[in-house]
Every structure is written in structure tokens, then in C-alpha cells.
């Protein structure tokens, strides 16, 4: 399961009996250059600055988290990421199945959707849209018990089993307003593939808002070349990175002083610490504290999407949101969510339709909300999560 930006559907975590069982993790660090290796972290910035939990802000002495992980990777800029048209509609998608064969066009067609049954769309086993392959974002992603993505030559033999090659344009859609393909879309770009884009609405806008066809017919594709680069590590953030931001926030009354925007795209509730993730509806998704990062701005995906085709606004109006919200474009931005995909949904809009630099720390509020001792702003007045009680 994960994430809704529905409030109805969260509900608060169980009231602790004493007998609750709670994952705090340790920081998931790597190493700012771009290369990952071991790292000491202070989390509150030392004896003049707190963590902002509940209505406050309490100076203590520096809390350290130590983690020892490798996870390999470049600083490759954006050179390669940013793109001139990053959506491609509906009607695009048609007449190019009109001519026919996609790959003998130079295109692939992946459909990376979550199918709960809420999305009330066809999952692709029963009917997707011509031509199109399913990759499964849980298990073809991600490597077992880590929460870090495959490596370079698995992304290199999973790209060449869809068919990819160096020339390839990858369109990628899904439900609920392409938040997986979105995650997608940004996976794909970190490790080096250049011609990738969205299907405008996903699969919403295909199926249900055009009622275009759906098939059975699952295709078949040539073996690819495409040879993935190291994960390009300026479009991705590490917590450290992200604590040096929260920490200069923190000591600044949760002002946005620190190097980047930090945009929290989860709903209000949520933000503002009033709830958490149900851990009964998204399993493995809670954390023991809720509220925000320090500074962070808050902008609910939804507010950059039609509410009837699931389309992205225009370019115009996905600024003018942002700005309005308090986001200043002449920093650089990173975004998170709650397990990274939503957040890869804004980093989509500001990177690839806007152009601007951002990453996406797809640890996001699942490993910050669980991490010993990092600065959290809470605006309820309150204690939220189990160890707020």
C-alpha cells in the first residue's frame, strides 16, 4: 500500500499500550560528493539549537546517528535529465499505434501503475493500453531488504529486457495521475536514460476520461542496449544532505534559511503533524513522529493536476503555484513525500516541465519520521506519533 491525498482516508495510529512495536531507523547516509561511505551526523546542530517537536523548540546537546552504507554513484548535473518536451497526450500516443509497431519507431511503452482497486482503472493483466509493458515498481525497482534501488548493471539487464536502447524514447504511464510513473520517470533518469516521458494523465486520461481501447495482447520486444551510468546522485537526496538544510531551518524558528527548498507535497493534516499513515492501510509506512521537516514548504501534489483529466496544469500555473505557496526558484529544490513517489510526481513537474533544479529524497517522512534525534516541526501544538504521547 501507499500513499492517498485524501485526509478521509488517514486515520491516527493506535494509541501506544506500552506494549507497541516501532522501527526507528538509523540514517540511510551517503556521502554529499556523490559517493556514499561513512558518515557521523549531528542531529540538532549543537547546544544552541533544538528539535521543534510539538509547540516548542528545547535546546539540548547534539544527538549523533551513525551509519555505515555504499551506494554508488556521480554528480552529473542536469545535463541529461532536463528535456524539452517531457509529456507527450493522449492523441500523440494514438497516432503513433496507428503506424503501427511503437518499437519499430523507436518507442517503448511502460505501464507502472499501483492497481488498488480504488483507482476504479483495468489492471494490466486483465487490459492495458495497446503495446504497452508492466513493470512492477515494488519488486523491479528495488533490491530485497534494503530500500535502495538495484544497481547499475540490474537497471542495465531490466532496461534491455523492455527493449531500451540508447536512442529509445521511453513513455511511461499509470494510475492514480501517474504517481509510479512518475517514480518511474525519475528511476530511469537516474541512471542515465535521456528520452523519457510521461503519458499526459496516465492511464485515468486514456481509459476512463477518452475511453480510448484497452487490449489483452501483451507485446513482444527485442533485447536492448542501453548500458545504464551510475545513479546521478544531483537528482537524488540523502538524509545528511537534508539535515544540514533542516538543522539551518531549525535554528532559524523553522524559517527557510538553509541551501535548498524543501517542498512537502503530503496533504495539510499530514504536514501540519495532525496525522499519520494508517499502518493498518499503508503497511511498513508509518513513523514514530509526525509533522515536517523544518522549513519545509507545503504543496499537495494535487494543486498541479486537473481534477477531471488527471493532466498536468500548464507551466504558467505550476509556477504561479509554488510561488504563491513561497518556494524561491532561485535556490534549488528538493522534494519528498512519505515513500518518494509523489514527491517524483513534483520533482517532474519542476524539473522536467519547469526546468529547474531538484532532487528527491525518496527517504522522505517514512525514514525521517523514524530517525532518532532529526529536527521535526509540528504545528498542532502537540506531540504526534507514539512517542509523542
Known sequence: MTEENTPAEKTEQPKSSGTAKTAVAV???AALAGTAGFLVANSTGGDDAGTTTGGGTTAGEAASTVAEVDIPGENRGFDDVHTDEPLVSTDWLAERLDEGDLYEQGIVLLDVSEELASSELTPYSEAHIPQAQYVNWTTEFTQPNTREFIDQDQFTELAQSLGINDDTTVVIYGDNNNWFAAYAAWVFNLYGVEDVKLL??????WEAYDGRELTEEKPDVEQGSFEAKPQNHDIRAFQP????????????????????NLVDIR????????????????EGEGAAIWGHIPGAINVPWGEIVDSETGEFLSEDEIREVYEDAGVD?????????????RASHTWYALSQILGEDVKVYDGSWSEWGNTVGVPVANNTGERGGIWGE
Open 200 to 205: 499526459d494523465g496516465g492511464l485515468h486520461k
Open 241 to 260: 544532505e537534508v539535515l544540514e538544510v533542516a538543522e539551518a531551518n531549525a535554528a532559524a524558528d523553522g524559517e527557510n534559511v538553509g541551501e535548498y
Open 329 to 341: 526558484f532561485d535556490k534549488d529544490i528538493i522534494a519528498y513525500c512519505r515513500i518518494g513517489e
Open 27 to 29: 540514517i540511510a547516509a
Open 267 to 282: 496533504f495539510q493534516e499530514e504536514f501540519d503533524g495532525e496525522v499519520g499513515a494508517d499502518p493498518d492501510l499503508f
